[in-house]
């Protein structure tokens, strides 16, 4: 069973359009995030989702919006695509307050979506 | 802030041999876990190793173990008897504001 998934793994997309890149976790994880790796491969956090509600907000563009409708999915809505847009995409989760061990803070990745801004 | 440096860039190692990873980290938190995550080309992030902060023996799986250093700032990473399979980038991360920092990274190159 997959513990966290992405949808889509590739989206090849025109400048100025927009897109969603879905999130779910079945790990029973309170808190979700999405990280942005790019060219280089430096992987950088840009938001934080604790039960639903936004606790990170790393000073992304608002065009990138996330958006829990559960405790369980974290999905990343971008708008009006830009060139510097193209990367690699995570969602990850972790245990959160419910961990009864000390693996809080220990966060689980997703596969990755790759976006390719045309 | 808080920063997470990897001063290798790339490294190579033998088939069952020994390589260490370096990583430095630099927070004002007295709280904070460390980890070291492994990027194969599949690019799926995959957690090796853990180590909370207030611990002061070093954790270990199974080939994996760190060298922590807390007043150095010093995390690194040792990997024993090598395998083709540990092919990869590896990310030094840092959490102490309920968000991973980390480092550049460090390609290893196992070769036969």
């Known amino acids: 069973d997959t513990a966290v998934s992405q949808t889509p793994k590739y989206l090849v997309t025109q400048m100025g359009n927009d897109k969603s890149i879905k999130c779910e976790q079945n790990l029973g994880h309170d808190t979700m995030y999405w990280y942005k790796q790019d060219s280089k491969k430096f992987l950088k956090i840009m938001f934080s989702?604790?039960?639903?509600?936004?606790?990170i907000n790393e000073t992304v563009p608002n065009r990138f919006s996330p958006k829990s409708p559960d405790k369980a999915h974290l999905n990343l809505h971008i708008n009006s695509l830009e060139l510097g847009d193209s990367a690699v995409y995570f969602c990850a989760s972790s245990p959160g307050e419910t961990s009864e061990d000390s693996s809080t803070d220990t966060q689980y990745f997703g596969p990755g979506t790759r976006l390719t801004v045309l | 802030a808080q920063t997470v440096t990897q001063s290798q860039p790339e490294m190579s190692v033998q088939e069952a041999e020994t390589v260490t990873l370096s990583c430095t980290y630099d927070?004002?938190?007295?709280?904070?876990?460390l980890f070291w995550y492994k990027q194969p080309p599949s690019r799926q992030m995959i957690l090796v190793i853990r180590?909370?902060?207030?611990?002061?023996q070093n954790a270990t799986e199974n080939r994996f173990s760190v060298n922590f250093q807390k007043a150095a700032k010093s995390f690194s990473l040792k990997i024993s008897d090598s395998q083709l399979g540990d092919t990869a980038m590896y990310f030094c991360?840092?959490?102490?504001?309920?968000?991973?920092?980390f480092g550049a990274g460090t390609i290893l190159r196992v070769k036969s």
């Open positions: 989702y604790n039960n639903k509600e936004l606790i």
């Open positions: 991360a840092l959490d102490s504001t309920l968000k991973l920092v």
């Open positions: 927070t004002s938190e007295n709280n904070y876990y």
């Open positions: 180590q909370e902060a207030y611990k002061q």
